[in-house]
């Protein structure tokens, strides 16, 4: 499921989410062939206030699994690799850099690992 922390004083609000999943004790692909792993995010993105027009990078480790692709969400909307918006991988640690923040870039930024056998955020 998904469980969320909301913190809210005179100034403001903000909150956090993640998601929890369940995995049986063991996984086989889509034939039933015991095979690669759910992947899992073993390092989740952390929060971050950020100066407007600075640059910023945010980042997750993923393992579990030894295929997988990485997509990054602001707002539950996948953001495109841009000059913008770069994606980075190195190690199994996925980076999101963007170039410069504006205030319409505040939001919910979401890693989210996936492959036949399922996904994880």
């Not at 919910?108 to 056998?117: L, P, Q, S, V």
Request: charged share 25%; hydrophobic share 30%.
């Amino acid at each position: 499921g998904i469980y969320s922390c909301k913190a809210t004083n005179s100034l403001g609000s903000t909150d956090c989410n993640c998601k929890l999943s369940i995995l049986p004790m063991e996984q086989t692909n889509k034939k039933g062939v015991k095979g690669d792993k759910v992947p899992q995010i073993v390092d989740h993105v952390k929060s971050k206030e950020v100066p407007d027009g600075t640059p910023v990078t945010l980042s997750c480790k993923v393992g579990g699994a030894t295929k997988f692709d990485v997509v990054w969400l602001h707002n539950e909307k996948e953001i495109k690799p841009s000059k913008d918006f770069q994606y980075l991988n190195e190690n199994n640690k996925y980076t999101l850099k963007i170039a410069e923040i504006f205030p319409e870039d505040a939001g919910t930024y979401t890693c989210e690992a996936f492959n036949d056998i399922g996904e994880t955020f």
